[in-house]
């Protein structure tokens, strides 16, 4: 990304013929807040060109510039056109797709000030190196708690419906307390984001701070915000939760639910879940099958996790990534077969819990269960409940003519249960 926005600086100086300092990044690299995208997300670089003569209208000068760069062979099948800028789009298989939004601006003669454009509209005055600047004085505890937030944000809203990167950081300057700890940083900052929101009936005016006469939140729509404030509460709630518990494996858990799967939880040797006996796992004798693999047959399996928000209703699971009681899973299997198969599932619990209920061992071979009970429509998608602490096993099998021509791999599950104070 670093080589691709060098290349296209060169190119945009020599093109226009600029000092190399009127063309520079603005938005979350230079202010020190970009974050890794969730899935399906790519990383964006934001760059700005002060290269747009006097009456020059914002349209033109966009079409100028799109047109500059459909003439070099790097970029003209790159090229994206959007209102406010011209997108270029990457892919580069070592970390996933990104893009560079240029847009060119215009200064006014004997000012300092800069202005940019939009399609279809008049040109806006703008001050990305002085954001940059206030962003970076801010301090790294700002960059930080920015950073997390945006991850919550990205994890929980979809992309439409979004707070601006640049509202929310606004918005957590005003929130955030003096406090060293990320955690109580974090639920301080939420819980003043929700107390200042939650009250009002509509967007709250969020002044920019290098340019007060700017509302960063005037095109906020309205049913958005009231997303956004539904999850600050949700978000508050989790920080009850935590708070409530003296177990790290809770709390973790509960951090993930609200930042992603890749916040990191104890691992199952560190809780002590460990798999048990499995011997009272059934074979595929006891449907009347026989095995016969295939190599041309094959079966994996993905798993989710329900969580209990509204934003973001699944999160991905790993095998053997402890999760605690009290949670729908859905797991899916990915069929590859020549031929007709039927899909067969096979849960193995262990430990004392299960061992204690009758049934709760269980090993037996089944169809897929449905999420509100029975059997489910699709037999490729079977659904659990986590209730018993200890490591337990899952498994789909693919069967053709009492024949079983494919099994996965064992998915482990352990699951724990938190300490309430």
């Known amino acids: 990304m670093d080589r691709a926005a060098g290349t296209l600086k060169g190119l945009l100086v020599k093109e226009y013929g600029l000092a190399s300092s009127d063309v520079f990044l603005q938005g979350s690299y230079p202010n020190r807040t970009v974050i890794e995208p969730v899935e399906g997300g790519e990383y964006d670089i934001d760059m700005v060109a002060v290269c747009v003569d006097q009456n020059v209208t914002g349209d033109v000068a966009l079409d100028d510039l799109e047109h500059r760069l459909a003439a070099d062979g790097r970029y003209k099948d790159r090229i994206v056109r959007k209102a406010p800028c011209v997108r ?211 079966v994996l399996i993905i798993a989710h996790r329900m969580t209990k928000l509204r934003g973001r209703t699944m999160m991905l699971l790993q095998s053997n990534e402890p999760v605690p009681a009290g949670y729908d899973l859905r797991f899916k299997a990915v069929v590859t077969a020549l031929y007709p198969v039927e899909v067969y599932w096979q849960v193995v619990n262990t430990g004392s819990e299960a061992e204690s209920e009758p049934g709760g061992l269980r090993g037996e071979i089944f169809e897929a269960k449905a999420q509100a009970g029975g059997l489910s429509r699709n037999r490729a998608e079977n659904w659990e409940s986590t209730k018993y602490k200890g490591c337990h096993e899952i498994r789909a099998l693919l069967v053709a003519n009492n024949q079983v021509v494919a099994v996965s791999d064992y998915f482990k599950v352990p699951i724990f249960k938190g300490r309430q104070r």
């Open 88 to 298: 270029l789009e990457y892919s580069e298989d070592d970390i996933g797709e990104f893009h560079v939004d240029v847009v060119p601006l215009h200064r006014p003669p004997g000012t300092d000030e800069l202005f940019a454009p939009r399609r279809g509209s008049s040109w806006k005055q703008t001050a990305p190196r002085e954001y940059t600047e206030w962003c970076r004085n801010e301090g790294p505890r700002f960059a930080r708690t920015v950073k997390i937030l945006k991850r919550w944000r990205d994890e929980q809203q979809g992309v439409r419906d979004a707070i601006k990167s640049i509202v929310l950081q606004v918005l957590v300057e005003r929130a955030m307390p003096d406090k060293d700890d990320d955690a109580v940083r974090i639920a301080a900052t939420f819980r003043a984001l929700h107390a200042e929101l939650s009250p009002r009936s509509g967007p709250p005016n969020v002044p920019n701070p290098v340019l007060p006469f700017e509302n960063l939140a005037a095109s906020w729509p309205i049913q958005a915000f009231f997303g956004f404030v539904a999850e600050l509460a949700e978000a508050v709630e989790l920080m009850i939760a935590i708070e409530a518990t003296d177990d790290v494996a809770e709390a973790a858990s509960r951090w993930q639910e609200l930042l992603g799967s890749d916040f990191p939880v104890p691992t199952a040797d560190e809780l002590g879940l460990k798999l048990l006996a499995t011997d009272h796992a059934k074979g595929p004798e006891s449907r009347g099958w026989t095995v016969s693999l295939d190599r041309g047959s094959s």
